[in-house]
């Protein structure tokens, strides 16, 4: 297995969201605090496109049934064209609640996109809000856009993903250090059973991926590495990456044998970055085995 190294220096506050565009070969990944971005790298050519968005965007999924992609912002869903930069508002899935954002989301096997939400952290200029309310929700968009609430009482949503064969869900609240596994029904979207899946002594659990063998990938925010938990929890490997805050991580390349992984540097000090300098960027490895395809948005 290949060490991680620095692919992108993007220099993201808060890089999150990635995802592998496996039909047209693309790399996606947002910057959340204002000025939000969007990116998209093509490893064909090694150009990096980049947006800037009127608010914050926190996850996103490209669309099967049309152009585009379905992006989670801070004031709702929303349908971007790359192609014009035009992005749209479809509507707003927590309108009582003013003060949350989107935060951590993914498709699973049947094409809806499952978003957690929060209380916003992050305030216009990028400083810190403390976190007071546990008012985040596990939401549901099916492919007809309607919006269910799955589970509530959310303080930090992260890690939103399936077992191969889509009988298990994966989900954590961050702030608890677990991360939770779900019976998971395809054919309705219903989840139960909630149970521990896997906890770990270094940092915290963030954004998450499951590779073709079962095993679930997860970055950990504070822990400068990548952890690779088996089917029944325990901790396969290690992978160390040189940067504090490890946010998501997605399987891309042509045969999806490559982990690119995004990072932040949020709020670290003059001092904390002269020791980690490439925090903020996109990093990769080769981890020896297959992930799977990016699920896409069936609306």
């Not at 910057?31 to 998209?40: A, E, F, G, N, T």
């Not at 085995?289 to 896409?296: F, K, L, S, W």
Request: glycine share 10%; hydrophobic share 35%; with cysteine.
């Amino acid at each position: 297995m290949d060490a991680a190294q620095s692919l992108i220096d993007c220099n993201c506050t808060l890089g999150e969201g990635i995802l592998w565009d496996a039909r047209d070969g693309y790399l996606w990944w947002v910057d959340v605090p204002m000025p939000s971005k969007l990116y998209r790298y093509a490893p064909s050519t090694g150009k990096v496109d980049t947006w800037e968005m009127d608010e914050m965007i926190a996850s996103l999924a490209v669309r099967e049934n049309g152009e585009g992609l379905l992006i989670a912002s801070h004031g709702g869903l929303n349908h971007f064209d790359p192609d014009t930069s035009e992005c749209k508002r479809l509507f707003d899935p927590e309108p009582l609640k003013p003060f949350n954002r989107s935060n951590d989301g993914a498709v699973d096997p049947s094409g809806r996109f499952w978003l957690g939400t929060m209380q916003n952290n992050i305030a216009p200029d990028g400083s810190e809000i403390n976190i007071v309310s546990a008012s985040g929700a596990l939401l549901r968009i099916d492919p007809d856009l309607t919006c269910h609430s799955m589970a509530e009482n959310i303080t930090i949503s992260n890690t939103v993903c399936w077992s191969p064969d889509g009988t298990v869900m994966y989900f954590a609240d961050t702030v608890t250090g677990v991360i939770f596994a779900h019976d998971f029904d395809q054919s309705s979207g219903a989840i139960s059973n909630r149970r521990d899946f896997a906890r770990f002594d270094r940092g915290h659990p963030d954004g998450s991926t499951v590779d073709a063998d079962g095993y679930l990938w997860n970055a950990r925010w504070d822990g400068s590495c990548v952890v690779r938990f088996a089917p029944d929890g325990t901790v396969d490997r290690v992978v160390e990456i040189p940067a504090a805050q490890v946010t998501n991580c997605t399987f891309g390349g042509d045969d999806l044998s490559t982990m690119y992984v995004t990072t932040a540097r949020y709020g670290l000090s003059a001092s904390d970055l002269e020791g980690t300098p490439e925090a903020g960027n996109i990093f990769s490895f080769e981890p020896g085995v297959h992930g799977r395809p990016d699920n896409r948005f069936a609306g």
